[in-house]
Antibody
């Protein structure tokens, strides 16, 4: 069955970096784009961007240009999100989500809670 | 494209017919999905392309609408439907609505 399994919760200090992984199984990884979505505590869903899992090309939403990097370990069917120079406002749950052909997200990872606190 | 959901909070009783609204800032050509998110869980796809039911989703859920105005309907509310519901447009990049929290009266 199709699964997206993300790495565990993270506790970081401001200015540090974090790398979150999303391991896909049950389908051909390079056939579907992978998206990243942020959800701050008690808030809604905010689209961060996506990565073409065939070419490795990332595309970032305007609010996520600069400190955010999407990458792949295609041989391991894994997508990664790295956030550098962490700020308090980066405290959130980060989801990976598989894009179905038309643009909606049919499978989601379980989410990774990142807490940034001094 | 801005997506506006209403109401932000909805209280209803078991068995009620429930209607949630999502309005887009411009025509999104039916490129609209609905997700259900229960507390502490990832969102789950319910409806795509405005009115197509995702495999495995109960038939009490349905979607309708066109242009800028879309609706998610639950024909007979069940206790397990307590959740927050988000709409998403994917006509131009993608954006989510702020959500409707559905609770039992």
């Amino acid at each position: 069955q199709i699964q997206l399994v993300q790495s565990g919760p993270e506790l970081k200090k401001p200015g540090e970096s974090v790398k979150i992984s999303c391991k896909a199984s049950g389908y051909t990884f390079t056939d579907y784009a992978m998206h990243w979505v942020k959800q701050a505590p008690g808030k809604g869903l905010k689209w961060m961007g996506w990565i073409n899992t065939y070419t490795g090309k990332p595309t970032y939403a305007d609010d996520f240009k600069g400190r955010f990097v999407f990458s792949l370990e295609a041989s391991a069917s894994t997508a990664n999100l790295q956030i550098s120079n962490l700020k308090n406002e980066d405290t959130a749950t980060y989801f990976c989500a598989r894009e179905c052909t038309f643009g909606y997200f049919d499978y989601w990872g379980q989410g990774v809670m990142v807490t940034v606190s001094s | 494209i801005q997506m506006t959901q209403s109401p932000s909070l909805l209280s209803a009783s078991v068995g009620d017919r429930v209607t949630l609204s999502c309005k887009a800032g411009q025509n999104i050509n039916n490129y609209l999905a609905w997700y259900q998110q229960k507390l502490g869980e990832a969102p789950k796809l319910l409806i795509y392309n405005a009115n197509s039911l995702q495999t495995g989703i109960p038939s009490r859920f349905s979607g309708s609408g066109s242009g800028t105005d879309y609706t998610l309907t639950i024909s007979s509310l069940q206790p397990e439907d307590v959740a927050t519901y988000f709409c998403q447009q994917y006509n131009s990049w993608t954006t989510f609505g702020a959500g409707t929290k559905l609770e039992l009266k």
